[in-house]
């Protein structure tokens, strides 16, 4: 069993950064992939950003390359989103979630999660 809890959201200007953070709770935490979903108001959600259980591959959404990285600290289970130069189509609520998954590439799929955050809100205004 895993539960997270994702912090670090708020209100930003366009071109703003923020570093979304997310605390997992339970002993497995190295045995999980990690990712980054984002939903806006009438939108599905979306793929933003994985990371493989030893934190060595990753994978982004083309809307995120070159703007956010993310990390994790395995030492305070714990996992980051670097986002930056947003701009308003940023603005969603952002969840971390832990998947089993072996595959980076699988990571990039929701269905694969089995745990997720109740998330936190990025508001990025013009």
């Known amino acids: 069993q895993v539960q997270l809890v994702e912090s670090g959201g708020g209100l930003v200007q366009a071109g703003g950064s923020l570093r979304l953070s997310c605390a997992a709770s339970?002993?497995?935490?190295?045995?999980?992939?990690m990712g980054w979903f984002r939903q806006a108001p009438g939108k599905v959600r979306d793929f933003v950003a994985a990371?493989?259980?030893?934190?060595?591959?990753?994978s982004y959404a083309d809307s995120a390359k070159g703007r956010f990285t993310i990390s994790r600290d395995s030492a305070k289970n714990a996992v980051y989103l670097q986002v930056n130069s947003l701009n308003p189509e940023d603005t969603a609520v952002y969840y971390c979630?832990?998947?089993?998954?072996?595959?980076?590439?699988?990571?990039?799929?929701?269905?694969?999660?089995?745990?997720w955050g109740q998330g936190t809100q990025v508001t990025v205004s013009t």
């Open positions: 339970g002993r497995t935490f190295s045995t999980y992939g």
């Open positions: 979630a832990a998947s089993p998954s072996s595959t980076v590439q699988g990571l990039r799929i929701k269905e694969v999660y089995d745990y």
């Open positions: 990371l493989s259980r030893t934190g060595d591959v990753v």
